[in-house]
């Protein structure tokens, strides 16, 4: 082999390139998402544990003895659940108790931005929606927004990039609120809905809620997040009346049937299965995690571990292959 600038140049750039190559077939291999869906059971006390793929059961029972509980959120890899004695406890999504009493005397509450948003009676007898830290349960804001009438509190409520989205099935309205708590009309309100809302989740530009309708079936509508603009008021037409909402990716998980079951669709209104979970009793609350995470398949781990072998001998060989530069002349 001549040795020249240029091959010794060849040398050095053909490895990278090959790492390169490998690197981004890697990125581009089929990957399967993986995650769970957590439910309450209120009569049970617990939250059971289920894939969110097939909806078999991980673990019925993951956190037990529990005060009825209502509602759950995950954030990262931590639940927070709401019992019927007003207190939000913290869990590991492992079921580890981190603190059972985060905070107290509280209602319906949302996440975002490192805190938790709960509804709570405050001295004066109005009620208000307050700000608490997330890991440690402190007082940020006791009234970030404040209702001296009752009729006026929401009965559900999501957090969504900066803004509050809650719902008032007393005036048939979704209204949005500043993380600073002004009414915030320029993230879009919906008002003089024909249907009771009742639940809220929040998908990127679009909101997603369910409704009850008397004497029909529930409903799920779809609207702009940013103008309150109808995207479809009838986006799934559901076979039974449902209080929930849970969303994870492109899919909507929503409890049914009494909350016997648990349905699949995805945000487009197609139905992905009637029953992905069923023979539930008492649901209670229901959250989603993991839908952003993904793992490869055993394929890409094989074609991984082959492009680094192969990477390792072709690194290999070109240094054996490689002339030493002459001693220069004395």
């Not at 390169?20 to 006390?45: C, H």
């Not at 009494?258 to 609350?285: P, Q």
Request: with cysteine; net charge negative; glycine share 12%.
């Amino acid at each position: 082999m001549k040795l020249t600038p240029a091959s010794l140049r060849k040398l050095r750039v053909q490895p990278a390139i090959f790492l390169i190559v490998v690197t981004a077939a890697f990125g581009l291999l089929s990957t399967k998402a993986f995650g769970q869906i957590f439910l309450t059971n209120t009569n049970a006390g617990t939250i059971g544990e289920y894939d969110v793929t097939t909806g078999a059961p991980i673990n019925s029972t993951l956190v037990s003895g529990l005060n009825h509980p209502t509602q759950v959120a995950v954030s990262g890899t931590d639940l927070f659940v709401r019992q019927g004695n007003g207190t939000i406890g913290a869990y590991t999504t492992s079921g580890a108790a981190i603190n059972s009493s985060l905070i107290s005397s509280v209602g319906i509450f949302a996440i975002g931005q490192g805190n938790i948003y709960t509804i709570h009676g405050l001295a004066n007898l109005s009620t208000a929606i307050g700000v608490f830290d997330l890991n440690t349960g402190a007082v940020v804001n006791p009234a970030l927004v404040t209702w001296s009438n009752g009729e006026d509190v929401p009965n559900n409520f999501t957090f969504s990039g900066i803004q509050l989205y809650a719902v008032n099935d007393n005036f048939n309205n979704i209204t949005a609120y500043s993380t600073s708590g002004t009414l915030d009309y320029t993230a879009g309100i919906v008002g003089n809905l024909a249907f009771v809302p009742e639940a809220i989740v929040s998908s990127g530009p679009n909101l997603f809620e369910t409704n009850f309708i008397f004497g029909s079936t529930d409903t799920v509508g779809e609207y702009n997040a940013t103008t309150g603009a109808v995207i479809n008021s009838s986006l799934i037409t559901l076979p039974n009346h449902s209080g929930g909402i849970a969303l994870s990716g492109s899919d909507l998980f929503i409890p049914n049937s009494g909350g016997t079951t648990i349905s699949e669709y995805t945000t487009s209104g197609t139905l992905v299965n009637a029953s992905l979970i069923s023979g539930l009793t008492s649901l209670g609350g229901i959250a989603v995690s993991g839908a952003n995470i993904s793992i490869p398949e055993p394929s890409t781990w094989s074609l991984l571990a082959g492009g680094v072998v192969a990477l390792f001998a072709f690194c290999r060989r070109r240094k054996r292959s490689a002339v030493s530069l002459p001693a220069p002349a004395p």
